[in-house]
């Protein structure tokens, strides 16, 4: 069974910073990639930034290219994604995912990242 759960979300004026982190457990420290996804209301599910498990490449979304970083904790078996220069369309729920290199099979619950104009 694989476990992750999300934390630090919260409230943040525009050009802020937050840090999520995103536990695992279970056999997620295994997979070949892990990645964050955020959904804002009203529209679907996008993915953020992805990082590959076994050598820390990363992928991210055009939006957050210069102003996120995701890097992972092997030891720790944990995932982050420090946001910076924040902006009111960072607005949503940060998911953590997990997966293969075809698709995510894993998904924490959510936690909310509200960025305020």
């Known amino acids: 069974q694989v476990q992750l759960v999300e934390s630090g979300g919260g409230l943040v004026q525009a050009g802020g910073s937050l840090r999520l982190s995103c536990a695992a457990s279970?056999?997620?420290?295994?997979?070949?990639?892990m990645g964050w996804f955020r959904q804002a209301p009203g529209k679907e599910r996008e993915v953020v930034a992805s990082?590959?498990?076994?050598?820390?490449?990363?992928a991210y979304a055009d939006s957050v290219k210069g102003r996120f970083t995701i890097s992972r904790d092997v030891a720790k078996n944990a995932v982050y994604l420090q946001m910076n220069s924040l902006k009111p369309e960072d607005t949503g729920v940060y998911y953590c995912?997990?997966?293969?290199?075809?698709?995510?099979?894993?998904w924490g619950q959510g936690t909310q990242v509200t960025v305020s104009s």
């Open positions: 995912a997990a997966g293969s290199a075809v698709t995510f099979n894993y």
């Open positions: 279970g056999r997620a420290f295994s997979s070949y990639r």
């Open positions: 990082i590959r498990w076994s050598d820390s490449i990363t």
